[in-house]
């Protein structure tokens, strides 16, 4: 996403010098509802910050009094709006960047318009953001937009945001007006990947609270707006792990140098550090690392050096040098969500120019899995993406790109889509996690990790052994169905009965998984399918054992459950499917979770606001609402196991 933004920011940032060169940089962005008091908020910011000139106050002093906004007083909105149609509407329309510092740090603001039908325009000013400032009017709070931009932030990766709650002056500054908002967006945002949520009160039209603390917020003790731009942290959300240089340029000024040109995207290099170049899979050392003031003994992030090799090995523009051990992906295909930026709705198999971190290639996007209605976090049915629409898709090149998942960085996981006819950009894209075990070109099989080559550790043990001391040949009971459906009860019983009978084994469940081995993953349809995957993982190796596994699970997607059999072996899975009526599932819920659905508080929830897809097959469909059904299916199990696994 980052590929989007025009470079005159980094030519801005470095026209200065002395102190003000070694202060960090704050990008951040202000979004939120329309009249939430955006353009207003940052142009107090600016003008009470001392970031605006004499001769500027005086023009907006006039251009205030002829538009009228304010009557007397200075409309500080006039100071982003520069277009004459957003002073005439009083909105924002297009995307407006501000610089100014303080004596503890430089800021970049991105202050984007809050229309709905401007969604493109938030997007593009987010996409190189470290924190953002979600706005929302104390007379209406949490509106419809406000979690429309609060999901595309968490979707861009922003780590910090801070929600400013404007207006309080129109409210008499209540404090419970205050803390009803906060908490309903912190309900919301639990189910967005916002680790750092922060909220001030404040009125952007009279400053309070922006760059001052306000005497009518006593009951407020977190500081001004000011104050937390200054002294938030944000140095640890840069990759420093993952070494990734895109070559942009070979350098060759003579026959005696020949040095490879571009931005270190993530991680750090140093001399001596042993790079592989992608994908030609070549390796060397790092030489030299020049820049223009002479020869660097390290670069990180963001660095524009040239870097030289002690081998004469074959490395050309849009390769990619990386650290042997810390490999992206390199693939002709790929999982990605799409910010669709065009009047033109996208086209699936149509050819568009692909721009990623290391080049240009040829694609076609097709099929779109789904698009996201933004509103409310569900998923919808959709076979193209119209302008503004946010989906996922999956993407077919016609050359072989590197690349890292969005999430793990943000510089190697974006991409831009182009039209090949007119060359406008249509979309923009970021790539999703994929499974180990699907297929990415270039690399070496699904056994190789971080650049090695890895091999399963056998047992001295036999299978055959294990079966002869257990009597019991190993296998996975998987049962699936909704939540509420009877899974956990029957996995219980089938448990017990087993132990009874003198065998050795374990339930699996999806809760327990998710507070220790799955505890970094979320609810989306992504990170379930590889919760089941890491369940699947671990199945066979209690399977591989002796001893059996129930796993109980949800698995609304077949593909899920196809996954799962195809890890562990359809002759050594038995699938078990609750088909317990959704009515009775509500019933029993005791969680609260059906309720939540309802509202909307969880998206994507399977039989609410997300399809079950009812399995095509399975070895035995059963509806558990009475404890005679639990018995009654144990045994069917049971005379399952006997009968073909015994």
């Not at 690392?289 to 849009?318: F, K, N, P, Q, W």
Request: glycine content about 8%; hydrophobic content about 40%; proline content about 3%.
């Amino acid at each position: 996403m980052a590929t989007t933004i025009a470079n005159t920011v980094s030519d801005s940032e470095r026209t200065d010098s002395g102190s003000q060169a070694e202060k960090d940089i704050l990008r951040f962005i202000t979004c939120g509802s329309v009249d939430d008091g955006k353009s207003t908020l940052i142009g107090r910011l600016l003008l009470d910050a001392g970031a605006i000139y004499d001769d500027q106050i005086q023009s907006l002093q006039i251009d205030s009094e002829r538009h009228g906004t304010t009557g007397t007083a200075i409309d500080t909105a006039l100071l982003l709006d520069g277009l004459e149609d957003e002073r005439q509407q009083g909105i924002t329309i297009d995307v407006a960047y501000r610089y100014f510092s303080t004596d503890r740090r430089k800021f970049i603001i991105a202050d984007t318009p809050g229309h709905e039908q401007f969604t493109r325009n938030m997007a593009t000013g987010a996409s190189t953001a470290d924190l953002a400032i979600i706005l929302i009017d104390a007379t209406k709070g949490v509106l419809t937009q406000t979690k429309r931009h609060a999901f595309i932030v968490s979707l861009l990766g922003i780590k910090h945001v801070v929600i400013a709650v404007n207006k309080m002056d129109l409210v008499d500054f209540d404090q419970k007006i205050f803390e009803d908002i906060c908490q309903e967006f912190r309900e919301f945002a639990r189910r967005l990947e916002i680790s750092d949520v922060r909220f001030v009160p404040l009125s952007a039209l009279n400053g309070d609270n922006v760059v001052e603390a306000s005497s009518d917020t006593l009951w407020y003790a977190d500081g001004s707006l000011l104050h937390i731009l200054e002294s938030i942290y944000v140095g640890a959300d840069k990759n420093l792990t993952d070494f990734r240089f895109p070559v942009q340029w070979v350098n060759r000024p003579d026959a005696n140098f020949r040095g490879f040109s571009g931005t270190v995207a993530s991680g750090t290099v140093r001399p001596g550090d042993e790079v592989i170049v992608l994908p030609s899979k070549s390796r060397s050392r790092v030489q030299r690392i020049v820049t223009m003031t002479g020869d660097r003994e390290a670069a990180s992030a963001e660095a524009s050096v040239t870097l030289t090799l002690e081998d004469d090995i074959d490395v050309t523009r849009g390769d990619m040098l990386v650290r042997l051990g810390n490999l992206p992906r390199v693939a002709r295909d790929a999982e990605v969500m799409l910010v669709w930026m065009s009047e033109q709705p996208l086209s699936p198999g149509r050819q568009y120019w692909v721009k990623t971190c290391c080049g240009r290639t040829t694609g076609e996007i097709d099929p779109v899995r789904y698009r996201v209605d933004v509103n409310t976090l569900s998923r919808q049915p959709a076979t193209s993406l119209q302008l503004n629409e946010v989906g996922r898709c999956h993407l077919k090149l016609h050359d072989p790109v590197c690349f890292d998942s969005y999430k793990r960085n943000r510089q190697t996981g974006s991409f831009i889509v182009v039209d090949r006819i007119s060359h406008e950009t249509v979309a923009a894209g970021m790539f999703l996690d994929q499974q180990l075990d699907e297929s990415a070109e270039g690399l070496e099989g699904h056994n190789e990790v971080g650049g090695l080559k890895l091999q399963p550790v056998e047992s001295s043990i036999t299978a055959e052994a294990r079966q002869a001391r257990f009597l019991l040949q190993p296998l996975t009971v998987l049962i699936t169905g909704l939540s509420g459906a009877g899974k956990s009860t029957l996995a219980a019983a089938l448990e017990r009965r087993l132990f009874e009978s003198g065998h050795v084994g374990m339930v699996l469940d999806g809760e327990n998984l998710r507070l220790g081995l799955s505890r970094d993953l979320g609810f989306s349809s992504e990170e379930s399918s590889e919760n089941l995957r890491r369940a699947a993982e671990v199945a066979n190796l209690i399977n591989s054992a002796g001893q059996f596994c129930i796993a109980a699970f949800v698995a609304p997607q077949q593909s899920m459950r196809d996954k799962f059999v195809e890890i562990l072996g359809r002759e050594n899975t038995i699938h078990v499917h609750l088909a317990t009526p959704i009515e009775v599932c509500r019933q029993r819920d005791q969680t609260g979770r059906y309720a939540a659905a309802d509202r909307g508080d969880i998206p994507m929830f399977p039989g609410v606001s997300a399809e079950y897809e009812s399995p095509q097959e399975c070895d035995i469909n059963a509806v558990c609402t009475t404890p005679s059904d639990t018995d009654s299916t144990v045994a069917r199990i049971m005379f399952e196991i006997a009968k073909n696994f015994g």
